[in-house]
């Protein structure tokens, strides 16, 4: 199976405050996501992180501290991948050596015959006819259904999708449920 997430800001204290999260710390943010992501995903499943998964506010020894995070969530188990977004600026290799399988600023997965576009910035997509996944926007939409243009856009910001991973089976679901004519 595989999961999409986006904009966990992981050690960022100013997104508690900015996306009204509903944590008092840092702290109690970061296991609460990373316990909700052990819950939901397997040892089995491929993982797409649609950005900024750090922040701005990362820790000073960013090897360590978020291996280490990453570590707890299984990146050494199975595929990781990190589509980066505004606020991912760490050095891609470090990325890599964190444990991320790919990082790229755009990407692309076929979900049942559907292509998707994995975007961190809903602003990318603009061609006709595109199905794609986003984060970036926090809580401005969960789903973007552009009728006279044939787009579907999904957000998987964790503040839309309850602070956990969407399945694709998930995804799947509330593409066949917005009208999108498949080309």
């Not at 702290?27 to 995903?41: H, I």
């Not at 922040?55 to 960013?62: M, T, V, Y």
């Not at 969960?142 to 089976?169: C, D, G, H, K, L």
Request: hydrophobic share 35%; glycine share 6%.
């Amino acid at each position: 199976m595989r999961y999409f997430t986006s904009d966990q800001h992981f050690f960022d204290p100013d997104i508690l405050a900015y996306c009204d999260r509903p944590y008092a710390t840092v702290q109690e943010m970061n296991e609460d996501m990373v316990r909700r992501f052990v819950t939901k995903t397997k040892e089995a499943d491929e993982i797409f992180i649609i950005g900024d998964i750090f922040g701005n506010r990362h820790p000073d020894s960013p090897h360590s501290t978020c291996g280490r995070l990453m570590n707890t969530l299984g990146i050494g188990l199975r595929p990781f991948h990190l589509i980066l977004g505004n606020h991912d600026s760490l050095e891609i290799e470090t990325y890599r050596e964190i444990g991320f399988r790919s990082v790229k600023r755009l990407g692309s997965v076929d979900i049942n015959g559907l292509s998707f576009m994995l975007t961190h910035d809903p602003c990318m997509v603009q061609a006709r006819d595109t199905l794609a996944i986003c984060g970036h926007i926090h809580t401005l939409f969960s789903e973007n259904w552009q009728p006279a243009r044939n787009t579907f856009t999904i957000n998987v910001s964790v503040e839309m999708r309850n602070y956990e991973p969407v399945s694709e089976e998930e995804i799947l679901e509330t593409v066949m449920k917005s009208g999108y004519k498949r080309c």
